[in-house]
């Protein structure tokens, strides 16, 4: 959760909401594929049959496949996993995907987003 003071009061932000902004921009630019585990937590329950994921694992996992979102010093470090599609300009979908996430974030949250590394992990056809 990040918190945010100003002079209204304190903002929360629950890092599911940032999970469901940065995902749903990231997989409505052109040439993206999906997006791909972060770590084995991810990994394992991409594997694991439905039935038994609902049993071992919070709602929250399954949505933040692909992101992490790291609040340091009043600024957001977001890392993204991706794969896209064979034959698209790679290096151009990349700047579109590091602009678009930065403006929307910024946008719906007026908080900074200080980087944003996109990690290129499969090419699909």
Sequence with gaps: ????????????YSK???YSLIGGTV???????????????QTFIE???????????????LSEKGVTVKYKNE????D???SVMYGVNVSTIVKS?????RFAVEDETGITVDKVNVFVDSVKV
Excluded: E, W
């Excluded at 594997?47 to 996992?61: E, G, L, M, S, Y």
């Excluded at 600024?75 to 977001?78: C, D, F, G």
């Design 47 to 61: 594997r694991v049959p439905i039935k038994f994921v609902k049993k071992f694992a919070d709602k929250t996992v």
């Design 97 to 101: 995907i590091i602009h678009k996430v």
């Design 1 to 12: 959760m990040i918190d945010i003071n100003n002079h209204l009061g304190t903002i929360h």
């Design 27 to 41: 997989t409505n630019c052109f040439g993206i594929v999906g997006m791909n585990a972060v770590d084995a937590k």
């Design 75 to 78: 600024k957001l470090y977001i």
């Design 16 to 18: 599911q909401f940032f």
């Design 80 to 82: 993204l996993h991706i």
